[in-house]
């Protein structure tokens, strides 16, 4: 059993910066490919990023490249997204993930199959 935490979410202008943390239970975590995925109002969920096992591969969406970094500590247990430059697109609850059977980078949501409960980024005008 895997739980996911994520935190650092709010409202923030265009143009700012957040860092959302991911917090991870378990002693397998440096096993698990990890993603973020978010989902807009009226949209279904997307990939934002993913990384592998390591941290040594990552996978971003087009229109996340370039502004948002996907990193994690595994001595921490800890998933990190780092978005800069923010647009009002980038509203959206955001997901951690985590997958137990796949250590690449993987943008598929059915290959996840640990969530967290989301955390919501508001992107003002």
């Known amino acids: 059993q895997v739980q996911l935490v994520e935190s650092g979410g709010g409202l923030v202008q265009a143009g700012g910066s957040l860092r959302l943390s991911c917090a991870a239970s378990?002693?397998?975590?440096?096993?698990?490919?990890m993603g973020w995925f978010r989902q807009a109002p009226g949209k279904e969920r997307e990939l934002v990023a993913a990384?592998?096992?390591?941290?040594?591969?990552?996978v971003f969406a087009d229109s996340v490249k370039g502004r948002f970094t996907i990193s994690r500590d595994n001595a921490k247990n800890t998933l990190y997204l780092q978005m800069n430059s923010l647009k009002p697109e980038d509203t959206a609850v955001y997901y951690c993930?985590?997958?137990?059977?796949?250590?690449?980078?993987?943008?598929?949501?059915?290959?996840?199959?640990?969530w967290g409960q989301g955390t919501q980024v508001t992107v003002s005008s």
């Open positions: 378990g002693r397998s975590f440096s096993r698990y490919a």
């Open positions: 990384i592998s096992w390591s941290g040594g591969s990552t």
């Open positions: 993930a985590a997958s137990t059977g796949v250590v690449a980078a993987t943008p598929l949501p059915y290959d996840y199959d640990y």
